[in-house]
């Protein structure tokens, strides 16, 4: 299994989980959290809530939601490698995530992180 596929396996519940420590730990509200979630994915509150507590994959979770179009303006460096330039989809997806959830716990002003 390829570092790729297991993250693709990693379950979208227990990255959230790590999220929401990162943006607490940061003093960050975790209804903004929340909110940057759904501008991504264009999930509404009760599609986000199940996707927090069921075991769906990350590439489960990035096959069935609906991607907001304003995520490819999301640009920058996530574990060292430019966003804009990853060519794996499913890893750019889950790479817009990581850059989104850093910005708002690096302090970035939140209305500033909707593209």
Request: proline residues 2%; charged residues 40%.
């Given at each position: 299994?390829?570092?790729?596929e297991?993250?693709?396996?990693y379950?979208?519940?227990s990255?959230?989980?790590?999220?929401?420590?990162?943006?607490?730990?940061?003093d960050?509200?975790?209804e903004?959290l929340?909110?940057?979630l759904?501008?991504?994915?264009?999930?509404?509150?009760n599609?986000?809530a199940?996707?927090?507590?069921?075991?769906a994959?990350?590439?489960?979770?990035?096959?069935?939601?609906?991607m907001n179009p304003?995520r490819?303006?999301?640009?920058?460096v996530?574990?060292g490698v430019?966003?804009?330039?990853?060519?794996?989809p499913?890893m750019?997806?889950?790479?817009?995530m990581?850059k989104?959830?850093?910005?708002?716990a690096?302090?970035?002003n939140?209305?500033?992180?909707?593209?």
């Open positions: 299994m390829t570092s790729n297991r993250v693709y396996n379950t979208f519940s990255i959230y989980k790590n999220y929401v420590n990162k943006v607490e730990r940061k960050k509200p975790v903004q929340d909110a940057l759904k501008w991504l994915t264009e999930l509404n509150d599609e986000l199940e996707y927090k507590q069921n075991n994959t990350l590439r489960e979770f990035f096959e069935a939601a609906p304003r490819k303006e999301i640009k920058g996530v574990c430019r966003v804009e330039d990853i060519e794996d499913l750019q997806e889950i790479r817009y990581d989104i959830v850093d910005e708002l690096r302090g970035k939140f209305e500033n992180i909707f593209r």
